[in-house]
C-alpha cells in the first residue's frame, strides 16, 4: 500500500483545502472513490478500507459494489476472507483523477498569488491616494 500512497499522493495533498465545520470535511463521490481505489492498490479486506477511509460498513458496502459492477476493483475470496483489489481500471481511473487534481491544485496556487499581488497593489495605491482626496484620482 506505500507504493500507491506514494503514486497516487495528490488525494493525500487536499488537507490544505480542508474545509467544514468542527474539523468535519464532507467528501465527494470522487474522493471516496479515488480514496478507496488507492488503498485497495493492494489486496486488502473491508475492515482495511473502512479504517484507512474512516467509514462505516454500509457505505463502504455501497460504493464497493458500484466499484465492482463497473470493474473499478476486483473481489478475491481466500476461505471466509474477500479481498478487494484495484484494477487496471481503477488504477487508470486514479491517474486521470490525479492529473485533473494537480491541474486543480496548480490552478489555486497561481490563483492565490494573483490575489496576494493584487492586494499588494491595492494596498499600496491606497496608501498613496491618502489625503489627495478627489485630486488623488486626477480629478
Known amino acids: 500500500m506505500r507504493v500507491a500512497?506514494?503514486?497516487?499522493?495528490?488525494?493525500?495533498?487536499?488537507?490544505?483545502?480542508?474545509?467544514?465545520?468542527?474539523?468535519?470535511?464532507?467528501?465527494?463521490?470522487?474522493?471516496?472513490?479515488?480514496?478507496?481505489?488507492?488503498?485497495?492498490?493492494?489486496?486488502?479486506?473491508?475492515?482495511?478500507?473502512?479504517?484507512?477511509?474512516?467509514?462505516?460498513?454500509?457505505?463502504l458496502k455501497r460504493y464497493l459494489s458500484y466499484l465492482v459492477k463497473n470493474g473499478f476493483i476486483e473481489v478475491d475470496a481466500y476461505g471466509k476472507q474477500i479481498l478487494y483489489k484495484t484494477s487496471k481500471k481503477g488504477l487508470e481511473f486514479l491517474r486521470l483523477y490525479n492529473a485533473l487534481l494537480e491541474m486543480f491544485l496548480e490552478g489555486a496556487k497561481t490563483q492565490a498569488h494573483a490575489n496576494v499581488v493584487y492586494r499588494h497593489i491595492n494596498q499600496q495605491l491606497t496608501e498613496n491616494m491618502k489625503g489627495r482626496g478627489r485630486r488623488g484620482f486626477g480629478l
Open 5 to 59: 500512497s506514494e503514486k497516487f499522493s495528490l488525494i493525500r495533498g487536499l488537507e490544505d483545502f480542508d474545509v467544514g465545520v468542527f474539523g468535519k470535511r464532507y467528501r465527494s463521490f470522487f474522493e471516496i472513490v479515488a480514496a478507496i481505489l488507492e488503498v485497495a492498490a493492494d489486496r486488502v479486506n473491508l475492515f482495511t478500507i473502512a479504517r484507512h477511509l474512516n467509514t462505516n460498513y454500509m457505505h
